[in-house]
């Protein structure tokens, strides 16, 4: 199995920066993807970004320009660098993982992003 630990939530002003970290472990190996998801209390689980396994990445239109996805394969880490935050950026960010072959998906249990004006 994998496990997802995320890090790196907190309270900013608007303008500033967050960096948010995914740490996987366990059977990591066969991962295709990760990336960022957020969810916004009554709003639906959008993609931030992704990154695949590859290199290639994909983000949300509201984030381009403002964030950056990076993998630290050494540490089985995905990083979401979040800068010039917005009030709208205010969510709940949850790490997700891909699996080949099964497309088998794991999920962290969600960090608090919150942007203050």
């Known amino acids: 199995q994998v496990q997802l630990v995320e890090s790196g939530g907190g309270l900013v002003q608007a303008g500033g920066s967050l960096t948010l970290s995914c740490a996987a472990s366990g059977s990591v190996f066969g991962i295709n993807f990760m990336g960022w998801y957020r969810q916004a209390p009554g709003k639906q689980r959008d993609l931030v970004a992704r990154?695949?396994?590859?290199?290639?990445?994909n983000y949300a239109d509201s984030v381009k320009g403002r964030f950056t996805i990076s993998i630290d394969n050494a540490k089985n880490t995905a990083v979401l660098q979040m800068n010039s935050l917005k009030p709208e950026d205010t969510s709940v960010y949850y790490c997700y993982a891909r699996k080949g072959l099964l497309n088998t998906d794991y999920w962290g249990q969600g960090t608090q992003v919150t942007v203050s004006s």
């Open positions: 990154i695949t396994s590859g290199g290639s990445t």
